[in-house]
Antibody, heavy 119, light 107 residues
Framework: QVQLVQSGAEVKKPGASVKVSCKASGYTFTTYGINWVRQAPGQGLQWMGW????????NYAQKLQDRVSMTTDTSTNTAYMDLSSLRSDDTAVYYCARGDPQSYYSDHWGQGTLVTVSS | DIQMTQSPSSLSASVGDRVTITCRASQSISTYLNWYQQKPGKAPKLLIY???SLQSGVPSRFSGSGSGTDFTLTISSLQPEDFATYYCQQSYINPLTFGGGTKVEIK
C-alpha cells in the first residue's frame, strides 16, 4: 500500500533552517509528484510547492520562493523540504503528499511533521 | 492568486442529515477542484478530485459537483465519522490554493 513516512518533530531557533524528509513506498516514486503543504496551529492548509521526482522540476509558492527548497533522492524514494531563515510564523505541521502528475491533487499524505520555531 | 471561498465556515448537523458545503473560486478553474476531509490531529484525506470523481475507498454518500467557479460537496446522510473539517482546493494554477475550511459539528 502507498505510504509516506515523514521525519520527526523539530524545534528550531529563529533564523535557523529545517529539513523535513518524506520516504515513499508502495508505488513507483518517479511516476507521481510530491506536494508539500503546511498548517499553522488552529489554521487552514497552505500549499508550499511541488516537485517532480522524475526530473527534479519544482514549483514553489511565491511567498516562500526565496526560503524553500524541495529535492528528491530517487535511490531511496525520499523527498526533502528545506526551509531557511525560520520565523515564529513558520511554526506549523508540515505534510508531504503524493501528487497526481496531471491534476496535482494529493491522494496520499504523510503523517505530518511539527516544526516549532521559538527562541 | 486564485481565492477559494468556502461557506459556511461551520455548521451543526445531526446524524442522517443531508449536508451541503459550497466553494467558490475567484476565477474559472474548469473542474480542477478537489475536496479533503481532516480530523483533529490527522492528515487530510482526499474525498473528491476533478470536482466530481470519488476517490477510491471513499463512501458513496460523498459527492461533488460544479465547474467554472461554483462547486458543491454533498454528504447525503451524515454519519458519526463524518464530523470533521472539509477543505476545497483548486489545482488549476499555481499556487494551489485551499479554501478556509468548513467545520461540521454534531448538533
Amino acid at each position: 500500500q502507498v505510504q509516506l513516512v515523514q521525519s520527526g518533530a523539530e524545534v528550531k531557533k529563529p533564523g535557523a533552517s529545517v529539513k523535513v524528509s518524506c520516504k515513499a513506498s508502495g508505488y513507483t516514486f518517479t511516476t507521481y509528484g510530491i506536494n508539500w503543504v503546511r498548517q499553522a496551529p488552529g489554521q487552514g492548509l497552505q500549499w508550499m510547492g511541488w516537485i517532480s521526482p522524475s526530473n527534479g522540476n519544482t514549483n514553489y509558492a511565491q511567498k516562500l520562493q526565496d526560503r524553500v527548497s524541495m529535492t528528491t533522492d530517487t535511490s531511496t524514494n525520499t523527498a526533502y523540504m528545506d526551509l531557511s531563515s525560520l520565523r515564529s510564523d513558520d511554526t506549523a505541521v508540515y505534510y508531504c503528499a503524493r501528487g497526481d502528475p496531471q491534476s496535482y491533487y494529493s491522494d496520499h499524505w504523510g503523517q505530518g511533521t511539527l516544526v516549532t520555531v521559538s527562541s | 492568486d486564485i481565492q477559494m471561498t468556502q461557506s459556511p465556515s461551520s455548521l451543526s448537523a445531526s446524524v442522517g442529515d443531508r449536508v451541503t458545503i459550497t466553494c467558490r473560486a475567484s476565477q474559472s478553474i474548469s473542474t480542477y477542484l478537489n475536496w479533503y476531509q481532516q480530523k483533529p490531529g490527522k492528515a487530510p484525506k482526499l474525498l473528491i478530485y476533478a470536482a466530481s470523481s470519488l476517490q477510491s475507498g471513499v463512501p458513496s454518500r460523498f459527492s461533488g459537483s460544479g465547474s467554472g467557479t461554483d462547486f458543491t460537496l454533498t454528504i447525503s446522510s451524515l454519519q458519526p465519522e463524518d464530523f470533521a473539517t472539509y477543505y476545497c482546493q483548486q489545482s488549476y494554477i499555481n499556487p494551489l490554493t485551499f479554501g478556509g475550511g468548513t467545520k461540521v459539528e454534531i448538533k
